[in-house]
């Protein structure tokens, strides 16, 4: 069976001034992949990821999110993606519901659709009987858990991750990650950054920057073996000790 990328970039780079961030990268992810993008501070991972949602323009090279043209299409892009971070997801003086119909709104979608849409999700997290909590009540597992499904709430095709487990216990992680599992096998890309090594081993395949180039890509068995060490870490530690750069 054919593969379809949903992601597809070639010699993306991104320049600031006689600084390259992002060094003529390429890779391709499917749809339905759950995609690792790993580096050092200062590998440039969050300059592309930057690119790939449609907030920054690439100094030069090609590639489409969704069908979507990283370069002359970027607000079609950022309706066609989901994006969650462990620094800002969720407004805290609101409701649980009111940042579920603040982002649905944002997102273009109808009143109706964002209530039948936040019943089914909450009801389905089990937390439907707190939908009127305030946020910031809320305990920090859970508020990862909450912006990750409010990230999926208008059914985008990628959904980008940036560091989502940072700060939470071992057993939410866990949680966190059936729930990217669950969305990952009804066909929704996640492309996922992480320092947890042992989060790397659960995606279907990894890329490694370093000082801008991606250094490595491929499934974590793969690289493991490459390598010839015993767990992502290794591997990870192994081409990060070689950076020059930091942030």
Known sequence: ???????????????????????GISFDVAKGEIFGFLGANGAGKTTAIRILCGLSKATSGSG?????????????????IGYMCQKFSLYEDLTVIENMELYGGIYGLSSKEINSRAERMLKELEFWEHRNDLVKSIPTGWRQ????????????????????TGGVDPLTRRQFW???RKIASEGTTVFVTTH???????????SIMVDGKIMALDTPAALIEKFGVKSMDEVFRSLARNAVRNE
């Open 1 to 23: 069976m054919k593969r379809e990328n949903i992601i597809s970039v070639r010699n993306l780079t991104k320049k600031f001034g006689a600084f390259t961030a992002v060094d």
């Open 145 to 164: 858990k909450l912006a990750f499904t409010v990230a999926n709430l208008h059914g985008p095709k990628v959904i980008f991750l940036d560091e989502p």
């Open 64 to 80: 489409t999110v969704a069908g979507c043209d990283i370069i002359s299409q970027s607000e079609d892009i950022k309706r066609n």
């Open 196 to 206: 947890y090594m042992d989060e790397a081993e659960h995606c279907d395949r990894v």
């Open 178 to 180: 059936d729930m990217i």
